[in-house]
């Protein structure tokens, strides 16, 4: 009697192929539908100067979006602290650059409290609490702490200045900030797919029975995505500040973007990609692409001449989209197990 023949078990790219190709097939349906509309429809959108802008546009948010894809396929929700760490940041760095102390120390400065603020945040989920009401929490007290540092003014710092080659320069025609995007997109992907780290992310936050079971505890796990989110936050604030030569703690609140808050675009650009939001599915180069596809869609729209009301609405639905998509598609992948 011959022995049973028994199916292999599918490694991670298999099993992302059938649990996200529906999802794919209908965010890249959704951007060719956004591209060829605005091709044809919108003023200069098809031009090397337009799409340039496009991908410098999504950087910053799109940054700020990496961090928190660690957060989220850690099974730690969101950081709704986003905006108010960079907030912090941005004053702590222009404050630096104002003073004269250079860009080196003004950009370790600004990244030791990052990592404070993200490290308690992550200390206090990972002894259990909810990490909405913890990271709500601290960002009326992030935002605080920048207004009453700054005295809720505009810190300016003179040019030439060393922080400029960040803020406006260009490394083979691209901004440096969209080449710094490119970079960090590329090294958190293969941090989450080649590293133990990156291993440890995934299954604490699809089952985290089995991650403590294995002695990976949520503890240190927590701690150590909120400290990568809140560090992407400041990166984002020092580059904004370097580009405009000043800071102020609404920098992120007062139209930023097409929704006028920095925290809503970060958390729609990790949605759009496709990112579970109870962990252990997506990945870092979902939530780049999020931010290409919200920006080409805001930027079509800025052609057209819209104003923010019907952008925030754009930013709305295409959330409420992706989670009808996602929940349709993870529904059906279980059905097949």
Known sequence: MSAPITQPTPNWLERMVRDYSAFVVALVAAFMVIFFIGMATAPNFLTLFNLKTIIRDAALVGI?????????????????????????????????????????????????????????????????????????????????????????????????????????????????????????????????RYTTFGRQVYLIGANRAAGKATGHENFGMAIKTCAIASVCAAFVAIAFSAQVSSAHVNYFSSEFGSSGDMTIMVIATVMVGGNSIMGGYGSTLRSSFGAVFISTVDNMMVLHGFNSGPRVLAVGLMIVFSIMVFALVRRGSRSQE
């Open 64 to 192: 700020m979006a990496i961090g928190l894809t660690f957060v989220t396929l850690s099974g730690n929700f969101f950081l709704l602290s986003l905006k108010e760490t960079a907030a912090l940041s941005i004053v702590a760095f222009a404050t630096s650059m104002s003073a004269g102390y250079g860009f080196e120390i003004s950009f370790l400065f600004t990244m030791v409290i990052a990592l404070i603020s993200g490290m308690s945040q992550g200390v206090l989920i990972g002894l259990g609490g909810n990490p909405i009401v913890v990271t709500l929490g601290a960002a009326g007290l992030l935002f605080g702490l920048g207004s009453y540092w700054s005295d809720n003014l505009v810190i300016s710092f003179r040019r030439p200045h060393g922080a400029e080659w960040l803020g406006t320069g260009s490394f083979l025609g691209l901004p440096n900030i969209t080449v710094a995007f490119i970079l960090i997109a590329i090294a958190a992907e293969m941090t989450l």
